[in-house]
Nanobody, 121 residues
Framework: QVQLVESGGGLVQPGGSLRLSCAASGSIFSITYMGWYRQAPGKERELVAGVLSGDGPSYANFVKGRFTISRDNAKNTVYLQMNSLKPEDTANYYC???????????????WGRGTQVTVSS
């Protein structure tokens, strides 16, 4: 089993910044992908940013130029630096990781429980 634990959410004023962290632990042989999704009340969960092992990051259009995703492979951790936050960024942010438990098994998707980000004055 693999656990993903997010941290760093909170209340911030428009134009402010937050940094989210997600640490993976448990039966991990390798992590092929780590990313962030978000879900606002009454809306579908949507991809915010992701990074595939050996590849560059990808971003949703609505965060390009404002958010930066990064990975620390040694710590099995992914970060999301969020700048110039807007009220419409308010949502529960979820960490997602595709993890292989050993060399012979395919990657399996895991989710964190989410961390709330609220952008309001």
């Amino acid at each position: 089993q693999v656990q993903l634990v997010e941290s760093g959410g909170g209340l911030v004023q428009p134009g402010g910044s937050l940094r989210l962290s997600c640490a993976a632990s448990g039966s991990i042989f390798s992590i092929t992908y780590m990313g962030w999704y978000r879900q606002a009340p009454g809306k579908e969960r949507e991809l915010v940013a992701g990074v595939l092992s050996g590849d560059g990051p990808s971003y949703a259009n609505f965060v390009k130029g404002r958010f930066t995703i990064s990975r620390d492979n040694a710590k099995n951790t992914v970060y999301l630096q969020m700048n110039s936050l807007k009220p419409e960024d308010t949502a529960n942010y979820y960490c997602n990781a595709w993890v292989r438990a050993d060399y012979s098994t395919p990657p399996y998707a895991y989710w964190g429980r989410g961390t709330q980000v609220t952008v309001s004055s």
